[in-house]
Antibody, heavy 116, light 111 residues
Framework: EVQLVQSGAEVKKPGESLIISCKGS????????IGWVRQLPGKGLEWMGI????????RYSPSFQGQVTISADKSISTAYLKWSNLKASDTAIYYC?????????WGQGTLVTVSS | QSALTQPASVSGSPGQSITISCTET?????????VSWYQQLPGKAPKLMIY???KRPSGVSNRFSDSKSGSTASLTISGLQAEDAAAYYC???????????FGGGTKLTVL
């Protein structure tokens, strides 16, 4: 069974750094792109970027380029989303999703709250 | 900037059919392809309903279908059921910069 399991909810202060994770199982992690999607409170889905764990080829939405860093460690079947300088406006739910036929499997989401 | 425009809301009664549109508003009309559709129930992760080539994943009802005309893709739900009440998002690939983009989402209310 394909599963993507994300790390737990985080509460951070503005200016802090953060890494959240997405661990895949039930398939060959290296062979499928993993995308990250943001959902602001009460708002729609925003595509942030995507990585191919096999060779770490990474693409970013222009809106998120330079704001976050996407990485992956294929040896432990895990993708990451990193912030170096969190802002209150980063408060959102973040989803990872596997790019198979469409974005066919999704993580459960990680709630990130940034507040002073 | 490239974008996909969806109506904010649609509604229908049980048993009826509804259609949700998704229009490419990029200046490079027709550059989008590989449209897929997602359902998001309140408090849940999105779920793939239709993927490229109008295909349905295993387990998705055949009441869900899509079509495309020019720069507009459309999701049709026939035989509307109360459980279909959710937000629906289209998603497409933008080959110009090898990125993906979601539409703004449409809230479906089943009356």
């Amino acid at each position: 069974e394909v599963q993507l399991v994300q790390s737990g909810a985080e509460v951070k202060k503005p200016g802090e750094s953060l890494i959240i994770s997405c661990k895949g199982s039930g398939y060959t992690f290296s062979n499928y792109w993993i995308g990250w999607v943001r959902q602001l409170p009460g708002k729609g889905l925003e595509w942030m970027g995507i990585i191919y764990p096999g060779d770490s080829d990474t693409r970013y939405s222009p809106s998120f380029q330079g704001q976050v860093t996407i990485s992956a460690d294929k040896s432990i079947s895990t993708a990451y989303l990193k912030w170096s300088n969190l802002k209150a406006s980063d408060t959102a739910i973040y989803y990872c999703a596997r790019r198979g036929s469409g974005f066919d499997f999704w993580g459960q989401g990680t709630l990130v709250t940034v507040s002073s | 900037q490239s974008a996909l425009t969806q109506p904010a809301s649609v509604s229908g009664s049980p048993g009826q059919s509804i259609t949700i549109s998704c229009t490419e508003t990029s200046s490079d009309v027709g550059s989008y392809n590989l449209v897929s559709w997602y359902q998001q129930l309140p408090g849940k992760a999105p779920k793939l309903m239709i993927y490229e080539g109008s295909k349905r994943p295993s387990g998705v009802s055949n009441r869900f279908s899509d079509s495309k005309s020019g720069s507009t893709a459309s999701l049709t739900i026939s035989g509307l059921q109360a459980e279909d009440a959710a937000a629906y998002y289209c998603c497409s690939f933008a080959p110009a910069d090898s990125t993906w983009v979601f539409g703004g989402g449409t809230k479906l209310t089943v009356l």
